[in-house]
């Protein structure tokens, strides 16, 4: 999907892949889509108890090239 | 070739000077020439607002003459830039002089946007601009016990100062005699007290001992007089808050259209603007996944000046930006740390120490030697 917006966190640490959704799920309209790139195996469980417990929606997840993908959508 | 640096904080200055380093042949001759446009002719030290704001730092260490630090052979001039024209290579100023370049450097830099969250800028404190932290110290000073919450923003600029302002208002806090009568409660963003997770560690069992109480995964969403409310239907009760606002990049960022939330979309090793050869961003004006911090711009200067004086003599960059980025952490009770670390090396912070503290006291006067290019 190419208006997905891309969040691409891989090899970083400081703010690190959550911080990084966070910051971009605040600036998109709702209704987005992020894709968020990450190679933190923390991110495997923060960021879906992040997205859940706000109230946004995981659409997809799955890893690839040890580079974990989280497809987020801004629901509210 | 023209090299035009467009903004005079940390990043731009420790770049132009670089720069004039590397290109004094080039800029003697006339074949080459760097401007700096700047909104002032002041710089000021930004990291020295924290201390400012529990009154261990006066304002007026916090300044020097913009001119002062720069080398003579840069054309300096407080004139800022209000248009961007990258397709034709030039930007228009706040005086309406339309300035062409070779190669832009972007240094405009980030602020507080506490206005971005409902109630946050009338009902909290914060230290990000010399007048607020000014506000702040005021307000510590009148402020006689009960709960204290520290709240932090996303995106913000300098990671460990959520940390830092915490022990700092425990020191403040036990300096007057009233620690007994405060209830100091912490809150951040993700679901640890620290992004990094080796600080996190540490950090948590420091307030255990102090008997700070934390909350994590709280982001603002809403401040009423006497109360923060999370995005995460959580909430704190304060009689005074302390927050580390939001931020975003400058309004000219904004009003070109330059990047989402004024961050200007930038190569991670390049460092240049997505789509364009000749435009360079460097420190809180990117929109890079890593720490908004003052040695994030000066490691960036560092290898953009590098690079960009090999473009001008041989044509090609010479090096990449590996993401390094240094941090003092400031842990109260006279001792520091800190946490150093790039794209690829994760950080390993030690315990912290009276020396680093100390360290950290004279860095906060060698600043200046820095942003001239010196250390």
Redesign the interface.
């Known amino acids: 999907m190419s208006d997905r917006i891309l ?3 891989k ?10 959704l ?2 971009n799920m ?2 998109a309209d709702v209704g987005a889509e992020l894709e968020l790139l990450s190679t933190d195996e ?1 991110s495997a469980a ?1 960021i879906p ?2 997205v859940n ?2 109230g946004h929606e995981i659409i997809e997840s799955f890893k690839e090239d040890d580079v974990l993908h989280i497809i987020v959508k801004k629901v509210k | 070739m023209h090299i035009l640096v467009v903004g005079g904080g940390m990043g731009g200055t420790i770049l132009a000077n670089n720069l004039a380093r590397r290109l004094s042949g080039e800029l003697e001759q006339g074949s080459s020439k760097i401007t700096m446009l700047s909104a002032t002719d002041k710089h000021m030290y930004q990291p020295g607002l924290l201390y400012v704001a529990v009154g261990k730092m006066s304002t007026t260490e916090l300044y020097r003459d913009q001119k002062s630090l720069l080398e003579p052979s840069i054309d300096f001039h407080v004139d800022p830039v209000e248009k961007f024209d990258m397709d034709n290579n030039s930007v228009t100023t706040k005086s309406g002089k339309k300035i062409s370049y070779d190669i832009l450097c972007i240094a405009t830099g980030s602020r507080g946007n506490a206005a971005g969250i409902p109630g946050l800028a009338e009902n909290a404190c914060q230290f990000y601009t010399e007048a607020d932290a000014l506000a702040m110290y005021k307000k510590l000073q009148k402020f006689e016990g009960g709960k204290v919450v520290v709240a932090t923003g996303v995106p913000h600029k300098c990671p460990m100062s959520p940390l830092e302002i915490t022990f700092f208002l425990v020191d403040y806090f036990k300096k007057r005699g009233i620690w007994d009568k405060v209830d100091l409660h912490y809150t951040y963003p993700i679901g640890r007290v620290h992004s990094l997770e080796p600080v996190a560690n540490w950090a948590a069992p420091e307030f255990d001992k102090l008997g700070i109480t934390y909350e994590t995964l709280f982001n603002m969403k809403e401040v009423v007089p006497g109360k923060v409310i999370s995005e995460e239907d959580s909430s704190a009760e304060f009689d005074l808050l302390v927050t580390v606002p939001p931020h975003k990049g400058q309004q000219v960022i904004e009003d070109n259209e330059l990047g989402a939330g004024g961050f200007i979309p930038t190569d991670k090793k390049k460092l240049n603007m997505e789509g364009r050869e000749n435009v360079f961003v460097l420190g809180d004006t990117t929109n890079l996944p890593i720490s908004k911090a003052g040695s994030t711009a000066h490691f960036e200067a560092e290898a953009l000046g590098e690079n960009i004086a090999a473009l001008v003599q041989q044509g090609e960059p010479v090096r990449e930006y590996d993401g390094k980025v240094f941090c003092f952490i400031e842990a109260g009770d006279g001792k520091a740390t800190y946490a150093m670390f790039d794209y690829n090396n994760p950080p390993n912070p030690q315990a912290p120490t009276s020396g680093l503290h100390w360290f950290k006291t004279a860095y906060n006067r060698m600043y200046w030697a820095s942003a001239r290019g010196i250390i």
């Open positions: 969040v691409d966190a090899n970083t640490f400081c703010p690190g892949p959550l911080m990084e966070i910051s605040k600036m923390g923060d108890e992040w417990k706000v």
